[in-house]
């Protein structure tokens, strides 16, 4: 049996794959891959952090903050 990585960086190039069932987390958010290719990301500020381009939660709504 072979151990196939869930998040690893693609030979010859700069970018990172997460496959199914993989995380990446960034900070206190997490960015889960599940079993039907969704995005699943928890662990996002509730309120506006008032930094241009910056991810929050705004009532469930996925935001960019204005800044």
Known sequence: M????KVYK???GD???IAAGGSLKI????FT???AG?????GLPTANPNVA???????????????
């Not at 072979?2 to 990585?5: L, M, R, T, V």
């Open 38 to 42: 969704q995005v699943i990301v928890t």
């Open 2 to 5: 072979s151990y196939q990585p």
């Open 53 to 67: 381009g910056a991810l929050y939660s705004n009532s469930g709504v996925l935001t960019l903050s204005a800044g």
């Open 33 to 35: 891959v599940n079993a």
């Open 10 to 12: 693609e030979q010859g």
């Open 15 to 17: 970018r990172e794959t």
């Open 27 to 30: 900070g206190n958010a997490v």
